[in-house]
């Protein structure tokens, strides 16, 4: 009815019903202090019937209300239509209740009686209902406010997500060339080199490797285990390149399902290697480290070779970075620091 559901239909007409409860009240106890005889119930029901007409009304005054907003298109026109409709729906609401008062009391309607009724109510109480309309057209806005401040709040949350993921997916393919173009070079040096068992098994294990890219290319999180085994596989590769390189693992078993950022070990590593183990002929181990430490995953890269001071920030680790503020805020952290004969990264994730 007029863009109201049934629900909304019953609570208009128990909130008029309420009204007719607290005016019939009123109405009883002046007219016992005048001592006159009215029964309650009958006062009662008459009322329910007065404001059952604002109850037919409110539904259209609702569709003004939405149809005519004063704040959007044409505000002051738009404000002169609800100045013109309150006067006629008050006048007519006047004009309704005008006549049960005349069928109340006479028992029948005559245009004398009602003309007579009319003109009392007019000059007493037009401007009460006036400002029912515009008190009605109030609350019609601020609803409309409201759920529009919703929308914009789902929308806004929407638009967030798809910027994140957006935004996360763009850091993925930043990284994904970054040690594809490494490995590539590496399997060129091997060909030059005349080590064609070597680059065949590298351009094997590059297969296996882009394939779990490919995989998991949509997700933004996976299981640690899942991106372990990732990590494995890029590392099978560049053992072809430096064939004393010793890799350990310390993970618990209680945190191999736990999610982390996909490929978010695969610059650590790369760095580990490129400014570390490359650059020292002695450095030869990369240690990884998956631990629970105070409710927060750990996730550490240690790498024998050169201290920190030669080590530059490059992509894999502004990416990282930024990945970690996309997705947890301030709440997960990297920290890179020289440690014994090497170096250290570690992650910090909140669980």
Not at 31 to 46: I, K, P, Q, R, V
Not at 85 to 103: D, E, K, Q, R, T
Not at 164 to 192: D, G, W, Y
Not at 217 to 238: A, C, V
């Amino acid at each position: 009815m007029l863009g109201l559901s049934r629900y909304q239909l019953l609570i208009n007409f128990g909130i008029w019903s309420v009204i007719s409860l607290f005016t019939a009240t009123q109405l009883y106890l002046r007219s016992l202090n005048a001592g006159g005889g009215d029964s309650w119930l009958e006062t009662f029901l008459l009322q329910l019937l007065v404001w059952w007409i604002w109850g037919l009304i409110t539904p259209l005054v609702y569709w003004l209300g939405v149809r005519f907003r004063i704040d959007k298109g044409q505000l002051w026109l738009n404000a002169f239509i609800h100045i013109v409709s309150a006067v006629v729906l008050v006048v007519i609401f006047l004009g309704c209740y005008s006549a049960v008062w005349n069928l109340y009391n006479h028992g029948t309607i005559t245009y004398s009686g009602v003309e007579t009724i009319f003109v009392i109510l007019f000059l007493n109480l037009f401007h009460w209902h006036f400002f029912i309309y515009m008190a009605i057209i109030g609350i019609v806005h601020a609803r409309s406010y409201f759920l529009e401040s919703q929308e914009r709040a789902v929308e806004g949350l929407k638009l967030e997500k798809e910027l994140l993921a957006s935004q996360l997916s763009f850091l993925k393919m930043q990284l994904r060339p970054h040690f594809l173009f490494n490995t590539l070079n590496s399997i060129v040096s091997s060909i030059e080199q005349s080590k064609k068992e070597t680059a065949v098994n590298m351009t094997t294990e590059l297969s296996e490797l882009l394939r779990l890219s490919l995989q998991r290319s949509d997700q933004q999180m996976i299981t640690l285990k899942e991106e372990l085994n990732h990590l494995r596989t890029y590392l099978n590769i560049e053992k072809h390149r430096f064939k004393d390189l010793e890799v350990g693992y310390e993970v618990e078993d209680a945190l191999e399902e736990a999610e982390v950022p996909n490929f978010v070990l695969q610059p650590l590593v790369e760095n580990a290697i490129k400014h570390g183990i490359s650059k020292r002929s002695s450095a030869k181990k990369i240690n990884i480290c998956c631990a629970n430490e105070e409710n927060a995953l750990t996730l550490s890269v240690y790498n024998e070779g050169p201290g920190l001071d030669i080590r530059k920030e490059g992509v894999g680790l502004t990416n990282i970075r930024q990945r970690l503020l996309a997705i947890y805020g301030d709440l997960a952290s990297l920290k890179i620091c020289s440690y014994e004969s090497g170096v250290l990264a570690k992650i910090l994730i909140p669980t």
